[in-house]
C-alpha cells in the first residue's frame, strides 16, 4: 500500500541552523501538507501546498518558513534559523483531493531537536 | 480557547470491552469532521471521515457519530484488541478552507 514517506526519522540541530525536513507523498495525490507536534501537545496546521504554492498557512507559519516542491516528487519544508521552540515532532500530509472531504494520509514525523 | 474538546483525557478498559470516545468542537463555519488514530510516535491514521449531514459513519469496529446541532461527535470502539491502544483524535475542517483543527486526543489504553 502507497504512504508518505519523511527523511530524516530524528534530526538534532544547533539553535540558529537551517533546516531541511524532506517528504514523499503519496505518487498520485495532489496536495501536500505539513504539521507539527510539540511533545505532550495536539497537532499544529503549519501550511497546506497545491499546484507548486502555498493554499493556506497558519500564523505559526512564519517568514522562518518556507515549502517546496523541488523535483515533483519531494515536498520539503525548510527552517531557516531554528530556535528552540521548534523542537516538535514535523508530520507531512497528502491527499487526493479530487473530491472534498479528502483523507489526509500522514507520514510517520521527523524529530526535529534544537539544542 | 480550545475549539475541539475531547473527553475524558484517558481510558483504560480490558481487551474485549466496549467504549466510546466523546469530541465537542465550536469550530463553525463546520464542514466535516474525522476522527483519526495516532500511536505513539508515528503519524496519524485516518478512521472516519464525516459530513456536516451525516450522522453516523462505521469503519469495522469503529463507529462514529455526528451531532452537528449539539456539535458533538463520539467514537465507539467494539471488541477492542492490544492494538487499539493508542490516541483517537477529534479533527474538525472548517468550511471554505483546509485548515484542520485538531483536539488534544483521549489516551486509550487496552490491557489483557
Same mark, same amino acid.
Given at each position: 500500500?502507497?504512504e ?5 526519522? $530524528?534530526?538534532?540541530?544547533? &539553535?540558529?541552523?537551517? *533546516? #531541511?525536513? =524532506?517528504?514523499?507523498? /503519496?505518487?498520485? $495525490? ?7 507536534? /510539540? ?5 499544529? @496546521? +503549519? *501550511? ?5 504554492? #502555498?493554499?493556506?498557512?497558519?500564523? #505559526?507559519?512564519?517568514?522562518? @518558513?518556507?515549502?517546496? =516542491? ?9 527552517? =531557516? ?7 516538535? &515532532?514535523? @508530520?507531512?500530509?497528502?491527499?487526493? !483531493? ?5 483523507t489526509q494520509y500522514f507520514?510517520p514525523?521527523?524529530? +526535529?531537536?534544537?539544542? | ?10 481510558? #483504560? ?21 474525522r476522527w483519526y488514530k495516532q500511536d505513539?510516535?508515528r503519524g496519524p491514521v485516518s478512521l472516519? /471521515? &464525516?459530513? @456536516? ?6 469503519n ?7 451531532? !452537528? ?6 467514537? $465507539? ?9 493508542a490516541?483517537y483524535i ?23
Amino acid at each position: 500500500e502507497p504512504e508518505v514517506t519523511q527523511t530524516p526519522s $530524528h534530526q538534532v540541530t544547533q &539553535m540558529g541552523q537551517e *533546516v #531541511i525536513l =524532506r517528504c514523499v507523498p /503519496i505518487s498520485n $495525490h495532489l496536495y501536500f501538507y505539513w504539521y507539527r507536534q /510539540i511533545l505532550g501537545q495536539k497537532v499544529e @496546521f +503549519l *501550511v497546506s501546498f497545491y499546484n507548486n504554492e #502555498i493554499s493556506e498557512k497558519s500564523e #505559526i507559519f512564519d517568514d522562518q @518558513f518556507s515549502v517546496e =516542491r523541488p523535483d515533483g516528487s519531494n515536498f520539503t519544508l525548510k527552517i =531557516r534559523s531554528t530556535k528552540l521552540e521548534d523542537s516538535a &515532532m514535523y @508530520f507531512c500530509a497528502s491527499s487526493v !483531493a479530487a473530491l472534498r472531504p479528502d483523507t489526509q494520509y500522514f507520514g510517520p514525523g521527523t524529530r +526535529l531537536t534544537v539544542l | 480557547k480550545n475549539q475541539v474538546e475531547q473527553s475524558p483525557q484517558s481510558l #483504560i478498559i480490558l481487551e474485549g470491552k466496549n467504549c466510546t470516545l466523546q469530541c465537542n468542537y465550536t469550530v463553525s463555519p463546520f464542514s466535516n469532521l474525522r476522527w483519526y488514530k495516532q500511536d505513539t510516535g508515528r503519524g496519524p491514521v485516518s478512521l472516519t /471521515i &464525516m459530513t @456536516f449531514s451525516e450522522n453516523t459513519k462505521s469503519n469495522g469496529r469503529y463507529t462514529a457519530t455526528l451531532d !452537528a446541532d449539539t456539535k458533538q461527535s463520539s467514537l $465507539h470502539i467494539t471488541a477492542s484488541q492490544l492494538s487499539d491502544s493508542a490516541s483517537y483524535i477529534c479533527v474538525v475542517n472548517y468550511f471554505g478552507n483546509e485548515k484542520l483543527t485538531f483536539g488534544t486526543g483521549t489516551r486509550l489504553t487496552i490491557i489483557p
